[in-house]
């Protein structure tokens, strides 16, 4: 884990559908629509606003406790 990051970006690809709205929202271009469901491309980049998260309408992307 990144020096700083807290939290763990996870996604639990069988609860995703691919709606694209956590890729809309997140302001730092983490994440990518690969094969119709979410993908992590950056995590570096991540600041964990947790916009990905709060906008998911499946529960199928969360930021997590330490790894």
Do not use: H, N
């Amino acid at each position: 884990m990144p020096v700083g990051k807290e939290k763990s970006l996870t996604v639990i690809k069988e609860w995703c559908k691919g709606c694209g709205i956590c890729v809309a929202f997140c302001p730092k271009s983490v994440l990518i629509l690969k094969d119709g469901k979410v993908k992590i491309e950056d995590f570096d980049s991540c600041i964990q606003c947790g916009q990905c998260e709060l906008r998911c309408p499946d529960f199928a992307i969360y930021l997590g406790g330490k790894r």
